[in-house]
């Protein structure tokens, strides 16, 4: 395979491109090539000299990302919000249907502008109908950012919040409130250093469990299926009961669409498609 490595190698590296800020998604497949490449060649006698050349581009295209995204977290702690995240919320909306758990360079850039230093494992046990944490992909976080369009009165309330990245998504591209509710300390805490240190004063997390969450301020609820059973029904019901009081829209992705969807009290306001964010908006009748 050391011919497979100097081949992309004699590509990409006259290839200005993938050198240019801008063009984070070409520079992020050629990162991906480079680690494929090197995977099946970095054991080969043959190829430690292609090694070390492509091992010095990664660097190189690595720094160039760093600065890239550094440059955006600069913008964000002086409170603006970076056309390239705007871009992002924009272009995501308009693509198609995906695969939920497929990610993708849009992860990585979103993760090194986040700088989330994820705990190396969750400190409390699992629950039977507790769903194993999965981050949402950055693409669907845009895609439900562009949907549901939260304004500076809503409360958007992320039940089952992980690392955090919807809130702090949200929190620096709208003017609106966002909460995090987590269950796992670590994770709680991790997304609060993260808010810090980007300076959002618009996002805050919970270390709690959902079901004792107060919800009574949330008008934009988000689930990316965190529960199932008993749990998902009790939550559901407490969504309820807040809906018989003011207006309430619940954000669904992945498989508790089809659960949601069912909900006599909720009507979905775009195509109820499970590889994509969903929105319902309670019932005139449910207020009633």
Known sequence: MPHAL???LARLEPDRAVREPQRWRERGEALEQLDAALAVAAAAPAAQAAVVRARALQA????????????????????????????????????SASAPDCFDALDSMVATILELDEPAAPGMA??????????????HIFDFIAQ????????VVDLGSGLGHVPLLTAICTDATCVGIEREPAYAACSERAAHAL?????????????????SAATL?????????????????????????????????????AVVAR?????????CDPRRPVLFRARPSATG
Do not use: K
């Open 6 to 8: 100097q081949e992309l």
């Open 60 to 95: 190189e295209l690595a720094a160039v990302e760093s600065e890239f995204c550094a440059g955006i977290r600069w913008a964000i702690r002086r409170g603006e919000r970076p056309p390239w995240l705007l871009e992002q919320v924009r272009d995501c909306a308009q693509g």
């Open 126 to 139: 699992a629950e039977r109908e507790l769903v194993p944490y999965q981050p949402t992909p950055a693409r």
């Open 148 to 155: 549901a369009a939260p304004q500076a009165d809503d409360v």
């Open 199 to 215: 300076g959002l004063r618009n996002v805050r997390f919970h270390a709690q469990d959902v079901r004792a969450a107060d919800l």
């Open 221 to 257: 609820c988000y689930l990316f299926t965190p529960f199932t059973g008993t749990v998902m029904r009790g939550v559901l019901d407490a969504l309820r009961a807040q809906a018989n009081r003011r207006a309430l829209r619940i954000a669904t992705f992945g498989p508790c669409t």
């Open 263 to 271: 909900e006599p009290w909720l009507h979905a306001e775009t195509a």
